[in-house]
């Protein structure tokens, strides 16, 4: 794929962001990266999703020097970074300020395995990070949200788990190409809604792991068969 082809993909995504309700005015991001050339393309900072056209999107290096573009790249540029860096099978990042997601977030809370829309896309609990220390916060803070993650990912894998929480600020997904990040975006939106409803009606959630990696497997590995061939 070209950087031309990868630019569209991108502003593509970022646009199904707001259609699938998970960002209003400009509170979210998608980026996509180039393996073969080391290059990351992703949403201009602060420009509107109504407003933004192909060619607006930002090309970076794998350190964060614009090398295309008219506009600054997103803020989070350096947390997608971090990313790409320590997860080598993904193709696409995601961040949203989606309500539900973003709530488990601010909680500082997992978001709990307890149902089998969840086990489709994810084999366990979604994670939330620690606490940044100030040093962090002080510092290179974006990029430091990235090493959070990582350091959240240490023992967990990244392809079966598709997406986190940091704390007290919001939720990150990620896939082979930003078309599968924004899906695993709008699928941890609505499992967080889910778990949060299901908490209200029991606290007590529990779910037998037989069926969860019964309904992970059938979608993921070399012996799914959901779908068609």
């Known amino acids: 794929m070209s950087i031309e082809e990868l630019k569209a993909a991108v502003f593509q995504a970022n646009l199904d962001l707001v259609e699938h309700g998970l960002v209003i005015f400009t509170w979210g991001n998608v980026s996509a990266v180039d393996r073969d050339k080391n290059l990351v393309v992703i949403k201009p900072s602060g420009v509107s999703y109504d407003q933004m056209k192909a060619e607006d999107m930002v090309v970076t290096d794998m350190e964060g020097k614009v090398v295309e573009g008219k506009y600054k790249p997103s803020s989070d540029t350096p947390t997608h970074l971090e990313l790409y860096k320590a997860f080598p099978a993904i193709g696409g990042v995601v961040h949203t300020h989606s309500t539900f997601a973003t709530a488990w977030a601010q909680a500082g809370c997992d978001i709990p395995i307890i149902g089998t829309t969840h086990a489709d896309y994810f084999s366990d609990n979604i994670p939330c990070t620690r606490d940044m220390t100030e040093a962090e916060v002080k510092g290179e803070y974006e990029k430091e ?85």
């Open 145 to 229: 949200t990235g090493t959070v993650i990582i350091e959240r990912f240490k023992e967990l894998n990244p392809v079966h788990i598709p997406g986190v929480l940091v704390k007290n600020h919001g939720p990150f997904s990620w896939g082979k190409d930003p078309h599968e990040a924004v899906y695993n975006a709008v699928v941890m939106e609505q499992v967080a809604k889910m778990a949060f409803v299901a908490g209200q009606i029991n606290p007590l959630l529990t779910m037998n792991q037989s069926l969860i990696q019964k309904h992970f497997f059938r979608k993921h590995g070399p012996d799914a068969y959901y779908g068609q061939k």
